[in-house]
Structure formats: structure tokens, C-alpha cells
């Protein structure tokens, strides 16, 4: 009925473009962030101002990854280094956690002011696997997971929560490298070979097979289906609620 292996007993889901429609939200305050910085850049070097791509640049650097991470990444891209700086460094400084800080302003107060909106099919699916009986943890590398959450009334649906904080005081690396699922599949119990980790990002779907989980769900909501496969999603569906009475054997 829920469209998984018979031997699953655990569900890891990602959370923003996931469970909620705020990878949308995170992907327009980086856009906006990385812009001015590149913007303010190409008027001091003198060379021309390529935005950062909400597409590509977004998918392969930045989805999914922790937000040091994603700065880091992306700004490799260009040949960009920044000085990493501190995490409690002002929005203003041009340093890897400063240009975090800056998108984290724009992206808190697009939520506070907006609000989080859920993907119906998830949540649909969630409370088919509440129902069944499976164990289920938010995997995320976001360290707004907790607020998000909440926002979005989801909290009753979850067990455990690894965040962007979790990942931090614990010193887990963020996806692509598996360390934050494997927590996941640790504090539900679980050995990953029982667990189901269902996710978005590229980054996402590659921890997903580094971290040798049961199954691999791809959630396609960029188009991107072949790429999810490439990066390791067993399966790939465009809403949770597909997988519900596939027929496919349980
Ligand atoms: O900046 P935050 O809220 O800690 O989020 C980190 C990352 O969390 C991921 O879930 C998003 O896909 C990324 O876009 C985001 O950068």
C-alpha cells in the first residue's frame, strides 16, 4: 500500500521540497543574496556580472546541502574563496557564514511573513505510513528545520528530527555525505538497510546511496528525474501520494 520494499520499517524524509514547498523559499533567498554579492563584485573586478542560476547553480550546489556548504560550493564554482569568518558573523561581512547570515535574514522573513505551505500528497502519505506502523524521522539540513515544522503543523506526524543544529553540535557532515541519515536510521533504531530515505535534492539522493539505505525515493519537483537516478533515487515519483496503491509488491 505505501509502494516500498517489504523489508522497510523506517522513513527518512528531507523537509524543504519534501515535505514542505520551502526549497522554493530557500532558493529565492539565495538567488537574491548571491546576486547582490556578484553584482557588488563584478563593479569592483571590473568583469561581467553572471547571476547565479536558479536552475543549475541552485540544484548542484546549493539544494540540499548545509548553508556554509552551499556558499562554499557554489562560490567554488565561480573560483570564488571567501574567508569562512564565524558563524555569528553580521549579514553585512563578506565571508562564507556572513553571506549565510544574509540569505538566513531574507529566508526567515519570507516564512514569518508567509508562512510554510505543506505538499498535500506528503502529508497524505505521512499519515499512510503513521498508519502502518513505520518509524519516521525529518532529515534536513536546514537549521530552521524545527521552526519550519512547526509552521507547517507537522510536528504530531514525526518522530525525531536531524537538523542543521543537530548536525552541527554533533558534528555530522552534511549531504551529500550520508552522516545525517545514518543519525537518522540510528536514533529511530533502525539499521539503514530497513530504512527508506525520501528526498529532492541531488545531494540529497546521493547520501541517500552512500549511506547504503533500503530504498531511495527521488522526489521530482524540478524536472529532474534523470539526474535523481544518476545521483542514486531507486525510484522517482513527482508527489508522495503516487507511491500510495501502486500495486507494486510490499
Ligand atoms: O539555511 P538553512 O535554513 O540552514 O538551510 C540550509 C539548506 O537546507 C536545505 O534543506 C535546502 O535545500 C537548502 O537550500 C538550504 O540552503
Redesign the pocket.
Known amino acids: 500500500m505505501l509502494g516500498l520494499p517489504a523489508h522497510v520499517t523506517a522513513c527518512l524524509f ?4 519534501v515535505l514542505t514547498q520551502t ?1 522554493r523559499v ?2 529565492v533567498a ?1 538567488t537574491a543574496t548571491f546576486d547582490e554579492y556578484l553584482r557588488r563584485r563584478a563593479a569592483a573586478t571590473g568583469e561581467p556580472f553572471r547571476p547565479f542560476d536558479p536552475g543549475s547553480d541552485y540544484h548542484r550546489y ?6 556554509a556548504d ?1 556558499v562554499r560550493t557554489f562560490l567554488a564554482s565561480r573560483g570564488i574563496v571567501l574567508p569562512e569568518g564565524h558563524p555569528d558573523d553580521p549579514p553585512e561581512a563578506d565571508t562564507v557564514h556572513g553571506l ?1 547570515n544574509r ?2 535574514v531574507l ?1 526567515l522573513s519570507s516564512i514569518r511573513s508567509g508562512g510554510v505551505d505543506v505538499y498535500p500528497g506528503s502529508v497524505t502519505y505521512l499519515k499512510a505510513v503513521v498508519a502502518a506502523g513505520l518509524r519516521r524521522a525529518v532529515v ?5 528545520g524545527r521552526e519550519v515544522i512547526a509552521a507547517a503543523g507537522l510536528e504530531p506526524l514525526l518522530e525525531a528530527r536531524i537538523d ?1 543544529l543537530v548536525a552541527r553540535a554533533e558534528g555530522l557532515r552534511g549531504k551529500p555525505e550520508p552522516d545525517t541519515f545514518l543519525a537518522g536510521a540510528k536514533v529511530l533504531g533502525v539499521d539503514p538497510a530497513e530504512a527508506v530515505v525520501f528526498e529532492d ?1 541531488l545531494a540529497g539522493v546521493a547520501a541517500g546511496r552512500a549511506g547504503g539505505f533500503g530504498y531511495v525515493v527521488g522526489v521530482d519537483r524540478a524536472g529532474q528525474a534523470d539526474e535523481l537516478l544518476a545521483h542514486g533515487a531507486d525510484i522517482v515519483v513527482t508527489d508522495l501520494a503516487d507511491l500510495l496503491d501502486t500495486g507494486r509488491p510490499e
Open positions: 528531507d523537509l524543504d521540497g526549497a530557500h532558493n539565495w546549493v539544494d540540499g546541502r548545509q548553508r552551499g549565510g540569505k538566513n529566508l534536513t539540513a536546514s537549521a530552521n542543521g535534492a
